[in-house]
């Protein structure tokens, strides 16, 4: 009997630190550092045979850690091949969580490569002592040629937010229609369909700042005359992002060669956003006031969950918050709030001096959160005892009744005299 009870006792205990040892990696990997690898653009697209190809490599930190030191290598099979395997690896460095870094890698299309889809290995580590992560990508090859006729035209252009901020994200979509407007069409003599094909649609940015962050569209199918397809790109604008009118490309490859094109996408940033104005002067009197501000959203497009809160050493509003909600653009919005203060400060000083008072305005772009802080805004606090008014109205009022007194015995005397 006691020979089992020693042996069932480490049995258990070594049990117990094995699972200990199996839980900690799940949930250290909660708050670590995690990588998202996209291939955010391939030009030309689709590859061309016996031509090179240039790679856009997207590594995005989506964890919750500081990657110390991020590594992407592409890892070719046939057709494709590096241009010099002393390019295979390319290191970003560290990269923040919520950052995004990208890498080019050019590769080369075997001449014998046959037309359709092939795969692609990239492969991505946190740091130098970090596992390898490794993702499949399907890159396209070549160009499917069709008899059709049907030609596809952009039909309209949506962003969701409107207007982007620097720092937003958010949506582009497309919607795509076949012009034609029946079934067949006659060319030559002879009879073709009217259909078109959507081989391959990709977006890419024209300028600095803007990042594209889906892959390419491929295989969309076939639109019937007068159909049309919508096509929806995330995107995300740097902080840096200088404002105007950024342009990107749409290209599309469809039926043949002849029925490919490429249309202008143009993209909007503005960084003006929600003003809080003082609409009057700012006094407290006995420790009690209203103060009252205009708010106005200085912004192209519609902002979102607008909500302002005043906050300052010793003083509580009423309310705490204030929730507007939707502010369209130019809406200006006037508010209130009551406020009662300490008679003393923390440091038992009165209120003689004038109260710093600070505005966090807060509102939402499409999905993007934002807060403007103002300061630097004061109020007069001015205390007035019932002693100094009461002090007032008496010598006042003695001043009243001995005007009078005097006015009776003039008109007394006056008339004795008749």
């Not at 996209?38 to 689709?46: A, D, K, M, R, S």
């Not at 803007?210 to 397809?229: F, H, K, R, T, W």
Request: proline share 6%.
């Amino acid at each position: 009997m006691t020979i089992i009870k020693n042996s069932f006792v480490p049995l258990v205990l070594s049990l117990l630190l094995i699972s200990l040892l199996f839980s900690v990696p799940a949930s250290a990997a909660v708050g670590g550092a995690n990588l998202k690898v996209t291939i955010v653009e391939t030009n030309p697209y689709p590859a061309k045979i016996g031509e090179y190809l240039n790679l856009t490599v997207q590594v995005e930190n989506i964890g919750g850690d500081k990657a110390d030191n991020v590594d992407i290598e592409v890892v070719p099979q046939y057709p494709f091949s590096l241009d010099s395997e002393a390019n295979a690896v390319k290191n970003v460095g560290a990269l923040n969580p919520g950052r995004t870094a990208t890498k080019e890698f050019y590769l080369f299309v075997d001449k014998n490569a046959q037309k359709g889809v092939r795969s692609i290995d990239i492969r991505t580590k946190t740091g130098k002592d970090s596992p390898w992560s490794e993702k499949s990508f399907d890159i396209r090859i070549g160009t499917e040629t069709f008899d059709s006729k049907g030609t596809v035209e952009l039909k309209e252009v949506t962003s969701d937010p409107e207007v982007f901020m620097p720092g937003d994200r958010g949506t582009i979509t497309v919607t795509l229609t076949n012009t034609a407007s029946s079934p067949t069409v006659t060319i030559g003599g002879s009879d073709f369909d009217t259909n078109a094909r959507i081989q391959a649609a990709v977006l890419r940015p024209l300028s600095e700042g803007i990042v594209v962050l889906d892959a390419p569209y491929g295989d969309m199918g076939l639109l019937g005359p007068g159909d049309s397809i919508k096509l929806t790109f995330n995107v995300k604008v740097a902080e840096d992002a200088p404002e105007g009118t950024h342009n990107l490309e749409l290209a599309i490859e469809g039926n043949s060669f002849d029925y490919n094109s490429r249309k202008n996408i143009p993209l909007k940033v503005d960084s003006s956003n929600i003003r809080v104005i003082p609409s009057k002067e700012f006094k407290l009197t006995n420790s009690e006031s209203t103060i009252e501000f205009d708010v106005a959203n200085t912004h192209p497009n519609e902002l979102s969950s607008v909500s302002i809160k005043p906050e300052a050493k010793g003083v509580t509003f009423y309310p705490v918050e204030y929730f507007i909600g939707p502010m369209n653009p130019d809406e200006l919005f006037t508010i209130e709030f009551n406020t009662v203060t300490d008679n003393l400060s923390d440091d038992g000083r009165n209120f003689s001096e004038p109260i710093n008072l600070t505005l966090s305005a807060s509102y939402s772009n499409g999905i993007n959160k934002h807060e403007n802080i103002v300061s630097n805004i004061y109020i007069q606090s001015i205390e007035e005892t019932q002693g100094e008014s009461s002090s007032m109205i008496v010598p006042g009022l003695l001043l009243i009744v001995i005007a009078i007194a005097g006015m009776l015995v003039y008109r007394k005397k006056k008339q004795s005299r008749k």
